[in-house]
């Protein structure tokens, strides 16, 4: 049997994280509560986006077009 070092390395980290959050369902509660976070983040760029003054009448700046030489 082959072995790769980079599966062996995501079990590895795999199996301190379970143990670090107390087995698997802590482990899990912890996944959860950081896509909670993620979404909570996301959705306050957002809103942060959607609140910012617009330039010059909503509209970008246009450039004029250059000659060519």
Excluded: F
Excluded at 6 to 22: A, S, T
Excluded at 47 to 56: G, S
């Amino acid at each position: 049997m082959i072995t790769d070092s980079n599966v062996e390395e995501v079990r590895r980290v795999r199996e301190e994280l379970i143990k670090r959050h107390g087995g698997l369902d802590g482990y899990m509660k912890h996944l959860q509560a950081m896509d909670r976070e993620r979404i909570r983040t996301a959705k306050k760029k957002r809103t942060c986006r959607a609140t910012a003054p617009a330039a010059k009448g909503g509209r970008p700046e246009r450039r004029k077009p250059t000659a060519k030489v």
